[in-house]
Structure formats: C-alpha cells, structure tokens
Nanobody
C-alpha cells in the first residue's frame, strides 16, 4: 500500500532553517503530484507547496521566496527547504500525493515544526 513518511521537523529559532523530507513507497512516484501541507491549532489545513509530476511548482503566497520544494524521482522522495522561518510557520507539516487530475488521497502522519521567537 501507499506510504508517505515525513521527517526533519523540530524546534528552531525565528530566522532559522529546516529541511523536511518525505519518503514515498507503494506508488509510481514520478506520476504523482506531491504536496506539502500544514495545519496549526484552530486553523484549516493549507497547501504550502506542490511539485507536479510535470515538475512545475506552486507555492502559497505566505512562503514564496522562503520555502523551496524539490523532488527526487529516483529516490521516491520530496523535500521542503524552509528558510527564514517565522513563528507563524509553526504547524504540523504533512506530505501528500495525488494523481494529476485527482484530489490528494494519500497522506503522511505529519511532522511538527515549531518556530520560537
């Protein structure tokens, strides 16, 4: 079955950096759009960044210029490099996968990112 496993979360000071990783298995990785979402208490889950199977990327306005999504189809992995972190970036970050014309239907368990001021 499809498994998505995130890693790399933690506690960091404002202005610092973290790199999240997501290892995927059980799917034809290169055919899937992969996304990073986040959810903080009391808020809806939001899309942070997406890497399409066609390799183009999409970012939420709040992270443009600070976060970079990348994928390695040979390793079945995606990454989220987060620079210039702010306290409002504090959330549980989830990796997710979907086919091009579908909705996100595979999710990881999430990894906590906490940015302290």
């Amino acid at each position: 079955q499809v498994q998505l496993v995130e890693s790399g979360g933690g506690l960091v000071l404002a202005g610092g950096s973290l790199r999240l990783s997501c290892a995927a298995s059980g799917l034809t990785f290169s055919s899937y759009d992969m996304g990073w979402f986040r959810q903080s208490p009391g808020k809806d889950r939001e899309l942070v960044a997406m890497s399409r199977s066609a390799r183009n990327t999409i970012y939420a306005d709040s992270v443009k210029g600070r976060f970079t999504i990348s994928r390695d189809n040979a390793l079945n992995a995606i990454y989220l490099q987060m620079n210039g972190l702010k306290p409002e970036d504090t959330a549980v970050y989830y990796c997710a996968a979907k086919r091009t014309w579908g909705s996100y239907n595979y999710w990881g368990q999430g990894t906590q990112v906490t940015v302290s001021s």
